[in-house]
């Protein structure tokens, strides 16, 4: 299936910003970690699981109304490091960014090790998870050295 | 403020460095020299969790260097019970003292208390994380023994998973190209994320659940306490810990200058009939904890120890 016939599984937005070669099946995933719920009023449009190319199949988000920050989009790095972005206005492609993943990932999740020093959620210093391997990505905890799974990351979001 | 957290912290320039100064402390441990390198100066002894060795040696280190110690006491009576964060703790310790030594029950403490702290902090044992001072202290006993830390055969055995004394000190053997074997039941293997380290700095890790047919290859044997409480049931406890004893008769094809060292306490790991023997060195191990965690004070508040220690300098 062609790439534009992808896009037009939803209509073309006016202005927002779209998510591409989001990995399979990880599209809920982004848009947790992105915040982005229920109980938000702008328009998002979700597909899922299309064939595509270059990664045999993907997700694409398409968020209308709202330019996602740079700093937002690196959040993203744990679950779709390799997504496309681009800033859309008036239909046409504004932006486009890339996600980078940095030598640290502070406050974007908590270590998923369940005797960590930082399970206890009084405790006021930041959450730092350090990348240790980039492909495939593996984080530690600056705190107690374990390794993160990655899946359950998703879930300890903060 | 930089401290020891684990043995990453020091280079092995800086380990054999410190290691000097210790052998150099010696009868200032042994309380034949009076030397107050530390004078004027306050260890904090922050003990979340129960210690007698690491505790009482941090403790009369510092005395025997002429500081002074202050100890949270017991936990129960103290404001942690009143559920105050390790940080806040950190910043009331550290407005009283010179330099921490902690001990706590969940793993990354001692990272966390240093990220919080003005003074140095030396990590007595964090959950199942490091215990880089008990390190330190065998790696003192090895090299008192062998005369050399270098291409070593080490076996580590009991139990690796929950023992941080293994943890750190494997880290620092392979660094000084030990070759080492690991002995445990399946339940208890070293932590997979600690074998994947040791394999970076290029060791060759052999996993056993053999002990006894390690012994004649080995210069070191460093046994840990299986503890009753990892195991589902007693029955799986009494099988597997049967496995893990050593005694006298075990020994008797063990290289004469063979090792056997252990952090203390033990349970039914090493039989009495070893303490006679020549190679038992569990002991001196507990009493070079004075030496090497004075030589480490020393170290981390940047006070040198003389190269030479006679009367002159010190108050004999």
């Known amino acids: ?158 | 403020m930089p401290g020891l957290i684990t043995m990453d912290d020091l280079t092995n320039d800086e380990i054999i460095s410190i290691l000097d100064d210790a052998e150099r402390l010696l009868p200032v441990a042994r309380g034949e020299i009076y030397l107050p390198l530390l004078q004027g100066r306050i260890l904090g002894n922050l003990f979340f969790e129960p210690s007698t060795r690491t505790r009482m040696s941090f403790e009369t280190a510092m005395k025997r260097l002429g500081g002074d110690v202050v100890n949270l006491g017991d936990v129960k009576t103290s404001s942690v019970v009143k559920g105050e964060t390790l940080f806040d703790t950190i910043q009331m310790v550290d407005g009283y003292t010179d330099i921490i030594a902690m001990r706590h029950p969940r793993q990354g403490a001692a990272q966390y208390a240093c990220d919080s702290a003005n003074v140095p902090i030396l990590n007595g044992g964090d959950g199942a994380g490091h215990h880089p001072t008990q390190t330190m202290l065998d790696l003192f006993t090895i090299r008192q023994s062998h005369g050399t830390l270098e291409g070593l055969n080490v076996v580590l055995a009991g139990d690796l998973r929950y023992g941080r004394t293994v943890h750190s000190l494997s880290h620092a053997l392979v660094r000084f190209g030990c070759n080492v074997t690991f002995a445990s039941p399946e339940s208890l293997r070293m932590p997979e994320e600690i074998v994947a380290d040791l394999k970076v700095h290029g060791a060759e890790v052999v996993e056993t659940d053999d002990l006894l047919g390690q012994i004649n290859d080995a210069d070191v044997i460093y046994m840990t306490r299986i503890q009753k409480e990892r195991f589902p049931d007693e029955d799986e406890y009494a099988k597997v810990a049967g496995a893990y004893k050593l005694q006298a008769s075990d020994l008797d094809g063990a290289k004469a200058e063979m090792i056997i060292m252990h952090p203390l306490p033990r349970v039914n790991e090493i039989h009495p009939s070893v303490d006679s023997t020549r190679h038992a060195r569990y002991f001196e191990q507990a009493f070079n904890g004075v030496v090497a965690r004075m030589a480490l004070m020393c170290r981390l508040l940047g006070v040198d120890v003389p190269a030479t220690i006679g009367t002159e300098g010190g108050i004999q």
Do not use: W
């Open chain 1, 1 to 158: 299936m062609s790439q534009e016939a992808n896009m037009r599984r939803v209509t073309a937005i006016k202005n927002g910003t779209v998510i591409d070669h989001v990995p399979a099946g990880k599209a809920l995933s982004v848009l947790k970690m992105l915040g982005i719920g229920g109980d938000m009023s702008n328009p998002v449009s979700l597909v899922m699981n299309v064939p595509s190319k270059k990664m045999g199949g993907k997700d694409i988000i398409k968020v209308e109304d709202r330019e996602l920050t740079q700093h937002e989009l690196d959040r993203l790095a744990l679950v779709a490091p390799d997504a496309s972005v681009a800033i859309i206005r008036a239909y046409s492609v504004a932006e486009k960014l890339d996600i980078n993943l940095t030598d640290e990932v502070v406050n974007v999740a908590r270590c998923t090790f369940s005797n960590c020093i930082t399970e206890n959620p009084r405790e006021p210093l930041p959450h730092r998870l350090i990348v240790t391997k980039r492909d495939p990505l593996e984080l530690r905890c600056r705190y107690c050295g374990k390794k993160q799974d990655i899946e359950a990351l998703v879930d300890n979001l903060i």
